[in-house]
Structures are given as C-alpha cells and as structure tokens.
C-alpha cells in the first residue's frame, strides 16, 4: 500500500513538475500566436479588397490596352498623311509640267526620230510617263481610302476608351470606398501588432510606432488598407512607361521609410508631393502623389511615418494613390512589384 502511495506521489511529482515547465514556453507561444493571428488578421482584410482591387485592375490593363491601340492608329494616320502630301505632290509637280509644256504632239515625236532605236525610246519613255502618272493616281486614291478608314478606326477607339474610362473610374470608386470601409479596423489591428510585437521582444511600445519590417528587412511603404498591381512598363503620356508601382489607398493613410536613411521632399508637376529617400544601403525610394509631409526632411528610421497617400501632382483625384519607385544603389528604377510583395 505504501509502494502504490509512493508511486503515485512521484507521478503526482512528475506531472506538476512538466506544467511547471510548460507554462513558459506556452506563454511563449501565445505570444507569437497572437503575433500571427494579428498578421493573418491583417491579410484577411486585404483579402476583402482584393475583389474590388482586381476589378479595378482588370479595368485598368484593358483601359492601357486600348490607349495604345489608340496611340498606335494615331502614328498610322500621320505617316498615312505624309504619304499622301508626297504623292499629291508629285501627281501635281507633273501636271504643271505638262501644262507648261502643252499637249504631247505625239506624231511630231516619231516623225522627227532620227532612228528606229531612237522612236523605240521615246514611244516607251511617253508609256513610262503614263504609266507612273497611272500609279500616282492609284496610289493617291489608296492612301485617301486608308485615310478615311483609319479616321473611322480612330472614332471607334476613342467611343471605347471613353467607356472603359468610365468603367475605370466606377471601379476607382468602388475600390476607394472598400478600402476606406476597413480603414479604421485595419487601424485598430495594426496597432495590436506592433504592441505584440513590442511585447514579444520584451520592450514597449510608444507613441512613436515604427511599423515592422517585412520578410525582407522593409518595411511596406503603406500602413493602412490598400490594394496594388504590377503595373510596371503600362503606357503613360507623353510616350514614357510607368516605372513604379501605384499602391491604392484612402486619403491621408500613413506613408513609412521602408529603410532607415535620410529623405528629401520636392514638388513637380507629374509626380506632385514627392519624398526621395536614400537608404543607408545606398538605395534610393521615390514616393510620389503624396497629400503631405510627416517630415521636412532629414535623418528617418525604418517604419517611420514621412508622408500621406494623396492625388497631388497629375493623379485622378479620384483615385488616391501612392506612386512608388526603387532604384537599386542609386540607379536605374526596378520594378518594385516582387519587392512589395515580400514586405508584407
């Protein structure tokens, strides 16, 4: 009986001893569990505007689409235009000769052939003036018909871009307001994870959050609810490609350094208010359309707040947007889409 008793306190032992040794590492665990849950939080409402984010998409290429379409029967018009100045103008340069000249009297040039050889000629250089007189008037009656067609062509491109704009700008819409409509519980989440995260690495959290850096070692240049697409090398005016990437989101969401390092604020009439930052890498991050500035300028930390989503600049006031660059080391804009991708 005493040996039972024995054997059961040790179990009893053994097991208080395991929970013992259990409650650390749960709590451990909860702590990144929680950190998780909050991430998976995070990207679940993303995931909400992922629908009304790649309707706009959608909306977008076709609408890109359809500019160049247009871009490229404008550029057949005008060469369709120079040929038919050139042809015009031959046909015309000739006629005046002959009017200057009169009539042809044809007789009059085989009798005063001094040769057979030298009739021979003259009868096939008359037939050769005819003939090209022939190919002119051709060519000017195709070039007129290309003409018209082309300008129909151009009518019935501009109808569809004019729709698909208007398709564009209902589903702006409809992503802004599905953006704005989870913006403040994004908000919300956002600062349960950067007080978890604070928790889990034993420090605190102040009022001066610095948002955390992804997979990477970035930071993702917005904190708020937003959509983004790869819309690297998409047709723009004035014949340039866009060289970034359009982050949509609500006015006024809060825009980070994606590495610390120091920035500059400019204006100019495309990209509005800009920031340049230089990282300490010697990378360089280019923002652009921004409403304002949370700084002037100066030395910045990874994850600090320097700016706003606007539409300064030329973007649709419609469609609030941050424009963002990355050129590698200083050089040549990358696209930033794969890099987006892995700071979130």
């Known amino acids: ?46 995931a909400e505007s992922k629908r009304a984010g790649d309707a706009y998409s959608k909306a977008y290429w076709k609408l890109d689409a359809t500019n160049a379409k247009l871009s490229a029967t404008n550029r057949s018009l005008s060469k369709t235009k120079d040929k038919l100045a050139t042809a015009s103008a031959r046909l015309g340069s000739h006629a005046a000769e002959m009017y200057r000249q009169g009539d042809i009297d044809y007789l009059a040039l085989l009798l005063t052939s001094e040769t057979l050889d030298d009739m021979l000629v003259r009868l096939e250089y008359v037939s050769r003036i005819g003939q090209q007189d022939a190919n002119v008037v051709a060519e000017v009656k195709r070039l007129q018909a290309d003409l018209v067609a082309q300008k129909k062509a151009i009518q019935e491109v501009k109808t569809e871009q004019s729709k698909e704009a208007n398709a564009l700008k209902s589903k702006a819409d409809a992503l802004n307001k599905k953006l704005q409509g989870v913006q403040t519980e994004y908000d919300a989440v956002q600062k349960k994870l950067a007080a978890a995260i604070a928790k889990q690495n034993g420090g605190r959290s102040s009022g001066n959050t610095r948002y955390p850096a992804g997979p990477n070692g970035m930071v993702f240049p917005v904190q708020g609810s937003y959509y983004y697409a790869d819309t690297w090398g998409a047709a723009r005016s004035g014949g340039r490609t866009h060289k970034g990437t359009d982050i949509m989101s ?18 100019n009439s495309l990209g509005g208010n800009t920031i340049w930052l230089t990282a300490d890498n010697g990378w360089t991050f280019y923002y652009a359309h921004l409403n304002g500035y949370a700084r002037s300028g100066g030395r910045v930390q990874a994850g600090e707040v320097i700016g706003y989503v606007g539409s300064t600049g030329n973007a649709s006031s419609g469609a609030p947007h941050l424009h963002f660059e990355i050129h590698p080391g200083g050089g040549a804009a990358v696209n930033p889409y794969p890099y987006l991708k892995k700071m979130e």
């Open 1 to 46: 009986m005493r040996r039972r008793s024995a054997r059961t306190f040790v179990w009893v032992l053994v097991a208080i001893t395991a929970a013992a040794l259990l409650v650390p590492v749960t709590t451990a665990f909860g702590a990144k569990s929680e950190v998780q849950q909050l991430k998976d939080q995070l990207a679940g409402l993303r």
């Open 250 to 267: 609500p006015r006024g969401t809060k825009c980070v350094a994606v590495l610390s390092g120091t920035m500059r604020t400019k204006r």
